[in-house]
């Protein structure tokens, strides 16, 4: 199931000291509180695809996770982004324990977008973000 490898990347975000030097544990799955700390993250599975073969179903499945980040700053933004990148892009065979373990086969970065989104008001400087796309092979638990 597709969920399960949005929240087995939650989780290895979590579990890595660079992210949660600056994230903490404000890591979310679909959305967040818009008054919410800054530096943070949010993760939501895009699309999901099951492969089958003639005889059943395919022991791998593809799924695309997108996680957005929000900071304060410029540099907040740019040093998610590059601990992001540095504990996801390229992981190959991993497990993660979840309610069930999950399988990842790999992790590659598809697509990445940052952005700063001015107040309408004025009263700041606005909201830096980012986006990354991961296309995440996977196995489902048996």
């Not at 324990?97 to 999950?102: G, R």
């Amino acid at each position: 199931m597709a969920i399960d490898a949005g929240m087995a990347l939650r989780k290895l975000l979590a579990d890595d000291a660079t992210v949660a030097a600056l994230v903490s544990t404000r890591i979310s799955p679909q959305k967040t509180g818009q008054r919410s700390a800054k530096p943070y993250m949010v993760y939501r599975t895009i699309s999901g695809v099951r492969s089958a073969h003639l005889t059943g179903t395919a022991l791998v499945n593809k799924a695309l996770i997108q996680i957005d980040g929000f900071a304060d700053t410029e540099q907040e933004a740019v040093d998610m982004v590059s601990a992001v990148r540095k504990e996801l892009d390229g992981r190959i065979r991993t497990s993660v324990t979840l309610s069930s373990n999950t399988i990842i086969v790999s992790i590659f970065l598809q697509d990445e977008r940052r952005r700063l989104v001015r107040s309408l008001d004025g009263s700041d400087d606005g909201e830096y973000g980012f986006q990354l796309d991961f296309l995440v092979m996977h196995q489902e638990a048996a």
